[in-house]
Antibody, heavy 123, light 106 residues
């Protein structure tokens, strides 16, 4: 079955970096756009970034633009989020999510989510 | 960005009753709207996409309607497992945005 498993979270000081991974299985990873979505403790959902199925289209939320980099390795069925210059307001559960259809589109609904990895930015 | 506003923040309903959740967009999103259910400690689960299409495996008691700026998720007869949080999301324009959520409580 479809599985998305995030890893790489942890406690980090402000200004430092962290790299998250999302291992995908049970579907043709290279056929789907993938997203990162975060949820601060006790808060709602915030979309973070998207990468198209082939990596040719990338877009970020303004809150992370210039600091975060989304990428993918289709040979390893893995999605990444490189997070630099971390701020306390980046503290959240980070989840990867699959767009709900295969093909060239990047926007859409999310039909599969991972359970997330917690990032805490604190001195 | 398109701001999504859900109401009410908390909805108190009895089991077996009907629940109506609202989601309003700050500008038209056509029918590019999805609904998710989130249980404590779990990832969101897709319920509805394209305003009214139920996702695979979603019971028929869940239905969605609306267009433009006003959307509704209706749960026709609440079961015990339905008393959780629901989010709407627009995918009409970037950045993708979510509503703040509605908690359905007994």
């Amino acid at each position: 079955q479809v599985q998305l498993v995030e890893s790489g979270g942890g406690v980090v000081q402000p200004g430092r970096s962290l790299r998250l991974s999302c291992a995908a299985s049970g579907f043709t990873f290279s056929g789907y756009a993938m997203h990162w979505v975060r949820q601060a403790p006790g808060k709602g959902l915030e979309w973070v970034a998207v990468i198209s199925y082939d990596g040719s289209y990338i877009f970020y939320a303004d809150s992370v633009k210039g600091r975060f980099t989304i990428s993918r390795d289709n040979s390893k069925n893995t999605l990444y989020l490189q997070m630099n210059s971390l701020r306390p307001e980046d503290t959240a559960l980070y989840s990867c999510a699959r767009v709900g259809y295969s093909g060239s589109g990047a926007s859409g609904w999310f039909d599969r989510w991972g359970r997330g990895t917690l990032v805490t930015v604190s001195s | 960005e398109i701001v999504m506003t859900q109401s009410p923040a908390t909805l108190s309903v009895s089991p077996g009753e009907r629940a109506t959740l609202s989601c309003r967009a700050s500008q038209s999103v056509s029918t590019s709207l999805a609904w998710y259910q989130q249980k404590p400690g779990q990832a969101p689960r897709l319920l509805i996409y394209n305003t009214s299409t139920r996702a695979t495996g979603i019971p028929a008691r869940f239905s969605g309607s609306g267009s433009g700026t006003e959307f509704t998720l209706t749960i026709s007869s609440l079961q015990s497992e339905d008393f959780v949080v629901y989010f709407c999301q627009q995918y009409y324009d970037w950045p993708l945005t979510f509503g703040g959520g509605t908690k359905v409580e007994i």
